[in-house]
């Protein structure tokens, strides 16, 4: 006779997606944006990525050897924080400085915490934070004019700028020169918009197309992958502060300005939304979003630095075991201390 009843330990809620099905999926709603990005900026973006890509997953590999830890390399979560360590890279940089954006991401961030899943920070973002910090010349003055405003030789599109031409990001005309510097430059208010939706644009070179970026972005809700809380929330806060502060007065910002440039639409559905470094519970989702939109755009306005996704999202980090906490379900809190009875 053949048993019943089949015990196991929890969790007793099967799903058939798997960590490495997550990732690669992922990894692949991003391929659209790359293939744009090679169309704008040329072939320099995919050198980059390839770089930034084997270069993160030979660190996890070599650290979990030496770690003494199974590899696992293809879970394909080093290759998604490759892709997206190269999305928030100009296009212009050399391409050893994805290799040492892995080392920070991958070894100090993931590996010496323990591995996937218990990193305290986004990957992909601490090695930015780090190259910024190291490179910065690199890292906010190599930016290549996009094919919609690039007029260079056909050499230097292949290569992707090897002449040297640079241009200003809208974010950098913005912040120290006003719109009407952006509109002179990129010009008027429609043109801006349809080019920076599109993501004919400057910037990093997975940035710039926002309606390839939000597709991604429905495709993985679509698929259960991410929920709506965190990138709605974010983008929200973004538009209200950007609208209330954004302006030479108030209640007279440009929106979509800020909405369309800089990495504020890949932060929030691709990097704010990550498993391990953002809250679990919807609240705390929500408040989690407010925070990185709110951060961010504290730091486009007052801060130096004329884009903040990227600190905004490591900055929330720290604060999503807290928000965890706060939130927790009554049934998962701890239980309430018994009043003590009155004396009689």
Known sequence: MEPQWAVSISPHIRQTQTTAGIMWTVSGSLIPVLLLSIYNFGLRSLFITLSSVISCVVVEAICQRALGRPISV?????????ILLAFVIPPGVPYWLPIIGAVAAIFINKQLMGGLGFNVWNPALVGRALLTAAFPVYMTAAWIPSREVSHVPILNYIWGGLD???????LYVLRHYGMEALTKQFGDLPVIYTNFLLGFKPGCIGETSAVLILL???FLMARGIITWPIPVSTLASVAVISWV???ETWLSGPVLV???SGGVILGAFYMATDYVTSPSLKTAQIIFGIGV????ML????????????YAILLMNCLTPALNEWFRPERFAPPKQAPVAAAK
């Open 74 to 82: 293809k879970d394909g979560s080093a290759v998604l924080t490759g």
């Open 164 to 170: 040297g031409v640079s241009t200003a990001t809208p």
């Open 216 to 218: 991604g972005g429905l």
């Open 245 to 247: 502060f954004g302006g």
């Open 258 to 260: 800020h909405l369309l």
């Open 293 to 296: 939109g709110g951060l961010t």
């Open 299 to 310: 730091i486009r306005l007052k801060g130096g630095y004329p884009e903040g996704v990227c």
